[in-house]
């Protein structure tokens, strides 16, 4: 299972940017896939993730702005960042895995594999 994610930038606060994580080696459909970020010295965050069925969560603070959805035919899980803020500054991840329940979607020790990161800056 290899996941590659790309789309980060620098960019102005209100702006918009959209990540893509494209995956390889998983059945794409049946597979949990979701979005972490990290600021240096801090834990890792949900941001949000996708589900078989096209269950969809989202930590609060995204809620409205943020939208994770896949491309099938594609492989690859999207995060539609609109209105970015400051505060959403961090490197992002995607991750992926088959077994978590779902009650454990936002829990990043859930997730067995991961993609390097992509740099986010949001310039105030």
């Known amino acids: 299972v290899q996941l590659q994610a790309s789309g980060g930038g620098l960019v102005q606060a209100g702006d918009s940017l959209r990540l893509s994580c494209a995956t390889s080696g998983l059945s794409f459909s049946r597979w949990h896939v979701a979005w972490f970020r990290q600021v240096t010295g801090k834990e890792r965050e949900f941001v949000a993730s996708?589900?078989?069925?096209?269950?969809?969560l989202y930590r609060d603070s995204v809620k409205g702005r943020f939208t994770i959805s896949r491309d099938s035919a594609k492989n690859t899980v999207y995060l539609q960042m609109n209105s970015l803020e400051p505060k959403d500054t961090a490197v992002y991840y995607c991750?992926?895995?088959?077994?978590?329940?779902?009650?454990?979607?936002?829990?990043?020790?859930?997730?067995?594999?991961w993609g390097q990161g992509t740099q986010v800056t949001v310039s105030s």
């Open positions: 991750a992926a895995d088959s077994h978590l329940i779902m009650s454990s979607r936002a829990r990043a020790s859930e997730y067995d594999y």
């Open positions: 996708i589900s078989r069925g096209e269950y969809t």
